[in-house]
């Protein structure tokens, strides 16, 4: 496999990460949560394109994106006796509802895994400049970039992007000059649905079988990007999760076929390091970190 | 007199240990798996507590110092000639250990330790969050290790044929001393100092507390026993896989925590104990036990719902983080027959 | 009473426990157009404490709170701010990060009438000039002096019928605060009540209305701004 091969691979999977980390920044920005159960927005999404596999693609894409949607804005209504708890009693609790969630998805369908086909062509490579690169490698690169800049734009551009970040730095301070933070929160948390299900889409083209761990194995290394990368802003957030993306795609090629077991290992000694030599992340400029206990 | 008093706080737990051991072997044959591994869930879950209840700092690692015990001392106690036959590159120190039922307990809980005590050198200065991720992170090592080194075990493979030496009365007095130990421990000018920097790590630090050495030795300790634990579990189950001693068990452990209590060795235990009930009721009636026939996944569905439920609105859990007083629990008594109160 | 039209601002027998500690006991006041009420008092006597009650960030155990006789008790503090009161907080709070332009357009955010806020701008623009001379620069960059004239522009912005200010002369070198003050009274004349929380007694004393002596939660003394130079008067009411 070329080099640059490796590297176009490693952005696309960057790309997606990245759309997943953007989400749990968002979320974590507004509402100071973690959301462990990030995950399940994903899983949720997948059962919902298995389940409208013979309908039309339009309509699919439709369920998919309101189902996602809506297990979301559950999600924020039940984790609102959180809002004032501490980070780790969070992680555990969003912990569970994951937990729980996944057991749901298990008690109706089953470990087995279900198959969402969906957009078989875009599996199929194309020819550029001598490397073959699939379909769903460009889509996922270019929709990714696409969702990312025009959150950023919405954000930085828009009325509400302003009351989010304001929401974000100062929580109390934003409502005093009128934010209203409920509505704040939902929205950040259908911007991150919206984001969910976009890389959702992409993941089910390359993976088509569901399962009910299928958006754990996902956020698991998305949060520890975000944590790895630098919870507090978005960019950095963000970039962790692509970093993660990337470079778990990239070892994945780069290592020895027998040491290749050893991968989850590798990355996640990284972030142990990660953790210790930067706790409060790699992408964000040296901050005195609050908790230095 | 002050030391005899708190002991009472020891009796609690104890006395419920020793209950439902006692019942456990009352109980009809079929029936008493169910409660000797209750037994071994709650010294899993006390060693859990030693950390966690103390330090206040959540780790979702610990069942690595489990399965790292229960490969140990499985390891010990299988004959060389059956683990070559299942693993022909394990190292042959491993290969040709081979020791009695203590021995292995004594040395799962030595592997768990020494792991915890390398694992909590660099990783005692995290917080919150970052500690969080850390110890899921060794969790994830752990499991990825142990099930691709054909060298130090079985890998993906069950190790089989382990001694079920996991009897009423070994598990019985294994988690009636591991509750006495983390009862020592938290009663210790140590435990009482990582309580205090729990409370206040400011505060702490400036009275000269070493938050990292108080912490790392909370973790060492809980690491021992939890090894100890997973000793007690590889003899009960027969076996052991690698994915037993993964996500499932973590998130079930924690869970009993967190519903009994997170802040308190009687927290632990009922969490443990009743959890666990919970779990071996909901499993049976999964297989159909009499009129009751819940569909396969109700049992892990009931415990997700009950964890987050409790997390949600009883963040302290059902004990509310606080020690049994016996003394003042059964001075409570005379009230219900209509007599006063004592002031 | 009735007949009477309600006061524009009215704190009505106030009370606010933080667990068990009272912080503010029994208080009562009021604020009409065009009206500076001070709050004056040593440090810890729930001053500040009346204020983020009044907009809804702690709940009153007792009394109430009511603007334009409608009362706001149990209004999320966004709310409060959407119904035409401006908190200016102490230690000024401005979004560093953002532009100051930026943090003026948050503050419209609670703005009643969608139209007008051109005027509003420009019209602080007119009171602040440091503000507009920095607007597409980080307010992170201004002084402290500059960010608290920031807050203050972005307290107005919003059009507030009511105006507080937790200690606006904190930090600030005395001539800044001569500015501060002029702009409050630019304010004051435009119609706007003002709720003043400050330090600096004798200056706030002097500038009000009507002052307020509290301590240890309490209305102890209501005096004029003729009183401001009675030091023994004051000094009794703050340790008495």
Redesign the interface.
Known sequence: MSTLQTLVDAVALGSLYALVAMGIALIFGVMRLVNFAHGELLTAGAYALFLTNDLPLAVSIVVLFATVAAFALAMETAVRPLRTASPAAMLVTTFAISFLLQSVFLLVWGSQGDNAGILPELNRAVDVGGLRIRWVTIASIGVGALLLAGTALLLNRT?IG??M??AA??F??????????NNVIRFAFLLAAVLAATATLMLVVQRPLVTPTFGFAVVIPALVGVVVGGLDRLTSATLGGFAIGFGTSVLGDVLPADGRVFLPSVVFALVILVLLLRPSGLFTRARAAAERV | MRRLAGLSELAGPVLLLVLVAVLGSLASRSIQVEFRSALVSATIVIALYVFIGNSGVVSFGHVSFVAVGAFAAGLVTVPEALKLSASPELYPFIASAEVGNAASLAIAAAVGGVYAFLVGVPLMRLSGLAAGIATFAVLEITHNVLRNWPKIGPGAKTLPLVPETSSFLQVTLGAVAVAAIAFAYQRSRPGRLLRAAREDPAAAQGSGVNIHRQRLLAFTLSGALAGFGGGLLVHLLGSITTEQVYIDLAFITLAMLIVGGMSSLWGAVVGALLVSGLNSFLAEAERGLGSVDLPTGTRLVTLGFLMAATLLFRPAGLTGGRELQLRKALARFPEKWGKERPA | MSGAPAPLLEVEGLEVRYGRVPAVRGLSLAAERGEVVALVGPNGAGKSTTLHAI?G?VPPSGGDVRLHGRSTVGL???AV??SGI??V?EGR?V?P??TVE?NL???L???RAKDGAHEDLRRVYELFPVVEEFRGRPAGLLSGGQQQQLAIA?GLV?HPDVLLLDEPSLGLAPSLVDTVFDTLAEVRSQGVAVVLVEQRAQLAIGFADRAHVIANGELRLTLGPEQADDTALLTQAYFG
């Open positions: 009325t302003l009351q970040r304001a730095h100062d109390q301070t934003a409502r005093l000059l009128g934010v209203r933070a | 907009m960030l999320a503090p966004e701010a959407r401006a908190l907080p709070h979004f990060h953002f930026e357009r948050l503050g955010v609670a703005r972005r919003a």
